[in-house]
């Protein structure tokens, strides 16, 4: 089949049909297709659209294009999940939730990303506690599944290859923002991943990349159907992204608060009611408790008595970590941290969030290009939720830079970032909406 008729098909706004779909795939995969068509399609897509049905063959074919993983000659006993986030600033959860819901009796195996764009990843985040092995041989990621019941680690690279390389065309093209295929991106690789239930936190926000509860509800509502068609139990949660999540944003700093926190060190209200709420949604797809209200009180329970703390420790540990976390993560710390002071009296109104997170990019802590060196010690920490009373010449955060110069602009960027208004505004609800497969 030729790739010049199924451009043209999509081109004109045709669908394709599975076998169109599958000669793409194998095109990608084996490179018999240029990047230029590979690139023509995407557009296509993009412009076009794709139906219910050739999200789902897209989504299938770019799943079969490597390994898919099967626990099931593990013999764990317990459902194996994972959680995904469409991306935010000072999103942490995943270090939270991976090492709960294994106390609370499931595997989790998660597969997480570097950064991209203006948001944190996982991987990155993780990058910081020293020894800790991203990619480690199967045996080492088998031994932290039966120690710690999860582990967070980066993608193999025989994990739905032929997305590999169909988004680096889309990051250099301009045709990351499609519906069908950030669908099919996401879900191939978790259903490669061989799980048995996937809760996805679709953010919406100024920090997000869907910036309206709309286009986050467009997108949730896609990858639930297009999950559930391909078998993979799922649900989505519309979530807030007006604001960083918790009090931290940068990388080092990042793992310190979901510690603190996992820990009972830290408070962090946002951050543990998000953590909570997927969680329990998660023990619930995963069949471990039939009501809401029950994985609720499980998952808090777990957070409570130090369950889910330990479990973090045990999966740090087993992946080369430091070999109590808890007690002594033996973070890098930057040379240069300050407070960043309130220039008037009021409350804190609004938040520019994709405005810090470039701030956090802008002292060195995330990337400008793919693949680019990042400093894992800078970022800000105490950042003071919205909706805060706040005075003059009092902490709004504090920032952690390489050098002073870089402390002072990453300043006045937070500062610039945040209306600091007159009157209490009320703040956005953190979950705005679920949605489940019908
Ligand atoms: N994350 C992915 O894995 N793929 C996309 O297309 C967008 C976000």
Redesign the pocket.
Known sequence: MRAQEIIRAKREGHALDNAQIDAFVRGLSARTWSEGQVAALAMAICLNGMTRDETVALTRAMTASGEVLDWSRERFHRPVLDKHS??GVGDKVSLLLAPLVAACGAVVPMIS?RG?GHTGGTLDKLSALPGYRLTPPRRTLLRALREAGCAIVGPSARIAPA?RRL?AI?DATGT?ESLP??TA??LS?KLAAGLQGLVVDVKAGNGA?CASVAEARELATSLVAVARAAGLATTAVVTDMNQVLGHAAGNALEVREAIDVLSGRAQSPRLTELTLELSARLLQLGGLHADLQTARSHAQRALDSGAAAERLARMVAALGGPRDVLADAALPAAPCVRDIVCPRDGVLAAMNTRAVGLAVIGLGGGRNVAGAHIDVRVGFDRIVPLGSAVQRGEPLARVHAASAADAEQASAAFCAALQVGDRPVPTAPLVYEVVAAA
Request: net charge positive.
């Open positions: 469409s991306g990303g991209l997305d988004y889309r990351v295929l950030i991106s996401i690789k990349f």
